[in-house]
Structures are given as structure tokens and as C-alpha cells.
């Protein structure tokens, strides 16, 4: 094999593969990164049990030179050495060359570096996933699904399905949901896909969903994703992007969520973040990160929070309207930080059924967002 290629989309590509590379993997090969040319162009490949990324490097794309394939072949070369080699290496030029002992030649401006590879054709094969279920998403929407929803996911393994996030689609409406069984995430939106094309229960590993939007771009490019029955594949511009998905059912979240309110309160989502903010700076030092919501006579919400070994805090908001039954409510402050940050509208509803029925906080301006909270029981 010999090629030269540019350094710039080169390292992009390393660092966009890298992220499917396992350090803890007993599979050898796996630590590396495969590297394939043909008249194509150049092909990387990493991955590990769970994430598969590939990216290809076109010989020219929009003009621009990309590489140039003197003689195509393939190797594998491990992911940590040739990652650093890349980044550090003085032009903007790379020459690549693989002679039959595997020994890979990188020169670039004064700099030669001399690695010894492995052999390619020991390297894992992709999944051939059939494509008749095929829907289109931009990229930019895509982050912002997985954004607003993937800090619910549960951490832990005790119920492995709650570590995925649950993808479903029904005409066209693609849903997220995550829950780790105290608190709920949950975004819709409207995506191209066939008519009769429907899906549900399809749940993608949490830490799958986080390296995916690190490697998608910020733009309204089409992703198409592609569901398989043990394997989802995300295609965007030269990246391909598999993960496998979780085995079994996801817990049917519809029936915790109440469908009636005995109070509301409508409040500026800045100002209520940052009043939760205040208030969890003592009771995270008291390590219980537990707030307190009183709806006062006067109209106003009290914020209170209560370290019994540094002290107390309490915050006055007012807010935008509010009726209904008085409440006495405490919650996890955490849940309520993470879910105040993923929305994206100036103001929050939060509709509650009384001081121990799990909450409900959605965007006033939108329906496609919605968290729900489970209260703690304070005496």
C-alpha cells in the first residue's frame, strides 16, 4: 500500500474513529485502526463490542485534493501511536507506504516515522445491515434529540435496558426517551421516512448516543439512520456509524405520566434554573442535593434548601402565573438542573398532582419536550 494524503482530513478522521477504539479489549486487533485504499479513496475503520465508526477520505471532494492512492492495499495500525503520529507530524502532507512485512512507513516534511503493522484481513468485518428500514434526520436535530434527553439514561447496570436510550418511530414522529426510574426525558419531532415505516423499542446505548454527537456535524445535512434488529446505523456524509442495541423491552414510560394537574406554576426557565442553582449550593454539600418548593400566599414560589451541618438557604421567585391547590414539594435538585438545561424555550410550565405524585415540566411555546420528576419524601 502507499498513499498520500491530506493532514488535515486525515486527523479529523483518526480522532472521529479513535472514539470507537477499545483500551480494554482482549481482541488485540481491536486496538487498532484499519486502514483500506482502493480507487475510491481511503477507508478508516475502528471499533469495539459496541460502536463501529468508518470514514472515508475521497480522493477530492468539492475541489479540494483529499488523497492520492499510488497502490491500494490495507493495514492495521494501533489507534494510540498512529493518532499521535498524525497530530504531531510538520506538513501538510502525509506519505503513507506498507511494504509485504507489514512495516508502515509515515513520512511527512523532515519527520519519518517506522511502525509495524497487523495484518488487515484479521480484522472484524462490518455488520451487513438490510436497509427497508431507512428514515432521514439533520444532523443538527439529531444532537439536539440526543442532547435533550440522554443525561436520563440510568448509570446503572442493575437494569441494563434503562442504559439505552429508546428510539421510536410512528407516522413520521420520532420519539427519545430516557429514564432511569426517578426522573423521565422525553423529545419528539417529525422526520422524513416512508408512510408505513414504524419502529418501537428500539433502545441505543447511552454511551453509543454520546460519541454520536461528537462526530456528527452542527448542520442541516440529512443523516440517514438505518434500524436493523440488533444493530442501528447512522450515515452522514462520508461517516458511518453503527451501534449495536440493547436486548429486551423497554418499560412502557406512558403510564407514569399523569394526565391531570391540581397545580401550575408558569415561570422564566433562566430564572428558575437559576434560583435551583442557588439553592443546591448547600445541599449538595449536605450530599442529599434535596430542594424544597412552597407555593406561597402572596403569589410567590419559595426555593428553600436545608444542610442541617452548614446552613440554610432560601430564594423568592416570582412567577409568570400560577393556580391551582398549594404544594409542598421536594425533589432531587440535580434532576431538576438537567432538565431546566436541556430545554430550549425562555419559559417552563411545571404541572404538579400533589407532594408525592411525580411532576411534569414542559416548554410553553412547544409540545415536543416533556420531563417528568418523582418527588423525595422529606419529614
Known sequence: MHITVQREKLSNAVSHVSKAVSSRTTIPILTGIKIKTDDEGLTLTASDSDVSIEVQIPLEEAGEWGVTVHQPGSIVLTARIFSEIVRKLPSNEIDIQVDD?????????????????????????????????????????????????????????????????????????????????????SRTAMVECPEDLSFHNVVVPGKSCNELVKILDDDQNLADIVVADNQILV????????????????????????????????????????????????????????????????????????????????????????????????????????????????????????????????????????????PVRTY
Not at 519519518?112 to 455488520?127: C, H, K, R, V, W
Not at 439536539?144 to 434527553?149: C, V
Not at 449538595?284 to 400566599?297: A, D, H, I, Q, Y
Request: aromatic share 6%; proline share 5%; charged share 25%.
Open 101 to 185: 512485512r507489514l512495516v508502515t512507513q509515515i513520512r511527512s516534511g523532515q519527520a519519518e516515522f517506522t511502525i509495524n503493522g497487523m495484518d488487515a484481513s484479521e480484522y472484524p468485518q462490518l455488520p451487513h445491515l438490510e436497509e427497508d428500514k431507512v428514515f432521514s434526520v439533520p444532523c443538527d436535530l439529531l444532537k439536539a434529540m440526543i442532547r435533550q434527553t440522554v443525561f436520563g439514561v440510568s448509570t446503572s447496570e442493575m437494569r441494563p435496558i434503562l442504559t439505552g436510550l429508546m428510539w421510536s418511530l410512528d407516522q413520521g414522529k420520532l420519539r427519545f426517551v430516557a429514564t432511569d426510574s426517578h426522573r423521565l426525558a
Open 235 to 374: 450515515k452522514s456524509k462520508h461517516i458511518l456509524f453503527y451501534s449495536r442495541l440493547l436486548e429486551g423491552t423497554y418499560p412502557d414510560t406512558t403510564r407514569i405520566i399523569p394526565q391531570g394537574s391540581k397545580t401550575e406554576i408558569t415561570v422564566s426557565t433562566k430564572e428558575f434554573l437559576q434560583s435551583i442553582e442557588r439553592a443546591s449550593l448547600l445541599s449538595r454539600e449536605g450530599k442529599s442535593n434535596v430542594v424544597k418548593l412552597v407555593t406561597m400566599p402572596d403569589g410567590t414560589v419559595e426555593i428553600t434548601s436545608n444542610a442541617p451541618e452548614i446552613g440554610k438557604v432560601t430564594d423568592i421567585l416570582m412567577p409568570k402565573a400560577m393556580n391551582g391547590e398549594e404544594l409542598k414539594i421536594s425533589f432531587n435538585a440535580k434532576y431538576m438542573i438537567d432538565a431546566l438545561r436541556a430545554i430550549d424555550s425562555a419559559e417552563i410550565k411545571a404541572s404538579f398532582s400533589g407532594p408525592m405524585s411525580p411532576f411534569v415540566i414542559r416548554p410553553t411555546d412547544h409540545d415536543w419536550m416533556l420531563h417528568l420528576i418523582l
